[in-house]
């Protein structure tokens, strides 16, 4: 399962790709927002920023209601980076993008999904990538990670190529249990890709290695 970082913070995509485990970043209006970011040119700035550091696709958002709306700032977003993946949301007029798009050869991130339906209509239109939500689904009472496992399973049982991309993941068992259900890429907060790294074991591990080493080296 490849990691994806789930931010439009420049300073937090330079310190996750340093570790050399991030293959991309997805965006959306309310991540952009949080840096300060609230017009095309901003998030455009930032996109190209982002793109420069991590070397995958970088997924970047509509904001358009209507798929007349959400078709021009996909071919607009289409030029503003190498890779670019338009995030477009699982609406009747968000299928209708995304045909149009896919068709001509842009790639689509299907956002916002939330049920197997979305995700085999999605595939259909074209999709290069249907993004789950999973964290979304727990605060309704449900186990969002079965929508994971249920889209991995039909997605196979029919040989559909649409990557299945676990989204709103918040906290670090999601990351686990994306992984175990097949999921092909999750997009994580930075917070919890430093928490995946952290154990108290390890750190004790480490602490006692090094003590042992410097009781020897200095007796
Ligand atoms: O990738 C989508 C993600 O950012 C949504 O997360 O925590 O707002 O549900 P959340």
Redesign the pocket.
Known sequence: MQLFL?TANIQEIRDGARLGVISGV?T?P??ASAEGIGSTESYKAAVREISLIVDGPI?VEVVSLDAQGMIAEGRDIAGWIPNPWVKIPSTIEGFEAISVLSSEGIKVNQ??CFSVNQALLGAQAGSTAV?P????LD?IGLQGIDLIADIVSVYRQHDIKTKV?A????HTLHCTLAAQAGAHIA?I?YKILVQMAQHPLTDSGVARFKADWEKTANS
């Open positions: 789930d997805t959306n309310s991540l997924s956002t916002l993004s939500f999973i964290g979304r605060d991309l989204a709103s993941i918040r997009t907060p």
